[in-house]
């Protein structure tokens, strides 16, 4: 026998069975990716509290340290690289990037590799121990500084050498290396709070987005429309025909065939009995045509659109009209609206994308990515 639940329905029954399982998978999805960003910006952050060196972990290091100058830390493997062309980088500042995504293991055009050794970050300067001899980067002439967003390189400038240089890394300790590297240039210039206040900031920031559980959906709360093929919106498109059609014949101009009929009778002489010119009577009495009826205007765009702008009937208040942005949609909003895979882990505002669904990464590059890009903002 098949489960009912207490409204006697099985469709309704599936209706909430399929539902809880949607919600309860995008919520595991979205909840696993905020915990993975939590665990990330934490790690940092005791990194950030407990980096140090000592004068020891330079021991056996074809490097001589000045009196107050300590190892940070070595990376056996990394290339030295020169740009070709002439370029002028960023100045270095105290920034810590969130990953955009991993690294490809490439070289970017005009960059070629001229030496490989040991990269050595200390309390004073960045280093390559290569093949061919000794690259040093000191903090205090450090003019410019970029990270590849894409390519494991590193880049710097300083006031000694004309030619641009930096190091390609492998893209497992890319990361790693350019995070202990802000460290470093932050304890030259004595910034090292500042790095570990801008960490409170971000872990604070990110636990005001960890996502809420979303709630349980009974069969009683199935909608009608559930039943039909293709749900909301294959009702609303029956809705927008039926508003169509009165609108076409409307617009339609049928003849008039009383009018054509009344002029052929005033048109036509009555019989006389002499020359006399005929006396017209009462039931000959030429009468003006009725005024033809006028056309109805044609329905505004805005009438056939109703008061949400074209939105799905809900009772948050959201539509297309323009208003306020939605950060922190209602639990509920997928229930009204069709939310793209992964919708809790949009990190923006509410929009709808060009195939109908509705993605919570508005303001972002990757928007609707996969739906065909961006249509509207949903507002409220």
């Not at 409307?250 to 006399?276: K, L, W």
């Not at 709808?352 to 669904?357: E, L, N, V």
């Amino acid at each position: 026998m098949a489960k009912t639940e207490s409204t006697g329905s099985t469709w309704r029954y599936r209706w909430a069975h399929r539902q809880n399982v949607r919600r309860v998978s995008t919520y595991r999805g979205a909840e696993a990716a905020w915990r993975r960003r939590d665990d990330e910006l934490r790690r940092l952050r005791a990194l950030a509290a407990d980096f140090q060196g000592s004068a020891a972990a330079g021991s056996g290091l074809a490097l001589e340290l000045a009196a107050d100058e300590v190892v940070l830390w070595a990376l056996p493997a990394a290339q030295l690289v020169e740009v070709r062309h002439t370029t002028v980088l960023p100045a270095p500042d105290l920034t810590v990037a969130p990953r955009t995504g991993p690294l490809r293991p490439r070289r970017p055009d005009g960059v070629r590799v001229t030496d490989a050794g040991m990269a050595v970050i200390t309390s004073r300067r960045l280093v390559l121990l290569g093949g061919r001899g000794r690259r040093d980067w000191a903090y205090g002439r450090m003019t410019g500084l970029a990270h590849d967003p894409a390519a494991p390189v590193t880049l710097i400038q300083v006031l000694d050498r004309r030619r641009t240089s930096g190091l390609l890394l492998p893209t497992d300790a890319a990361p790693d290396f350019r995070f202990k590297l802000t460290l470093a240039f932050a304890d030259a210039i004595e910034q090292r709070p500042a790095v570990l206040a801008q960490l409170d900031e971000l872990i604070a920031e990110h636990a005001q987005l960890k996502p809420f559980r979303p709630a349980v959906n009974t069969p009683a709360q199935a909608r009608f429309s559930a039943r039909v093929p293709g749900g909301r919106r294959t009702i609303a498109v029956a809705a927008a025909l039926a508003l169509l059609v009165p609108a076409a014949l409307i617009e339609s101009d049928p003849s008039d065939p009383t009018g054509g009929a009344e002029v052929a009778a005033a048109a036509t002489p009555a019989p006389t009995a002499s020359v006399a010119p005929p006396r017209i009577g009462p039931a000959l009495a030429l009468k003006p045509p009725p005024p033809k009826p006028t056309k109805s205007p044609r329905p505004s765009p805005s009438a056939t659109q109703g008061p949400r702008c074209g939105a799905p009937e809900n009772p948050l208040g959201y539509d297309f009209c323009g208003g306020t942005r939605i950060r922190k949609p209602a639990a509920e909003v997928c229930d009204w609206f069709d939310c793209v895979p992964q919708f809790w882990a949009g990190r923006g505002y509410l929009v709808q994308c060009r195939d109908g669904s509705v993605s919570l990464a508005g303001g972002g590059s990757k928007a609707c990515a996969n739906h065909k890009g961006v249509r509207r903002t949903i507002t409220k």
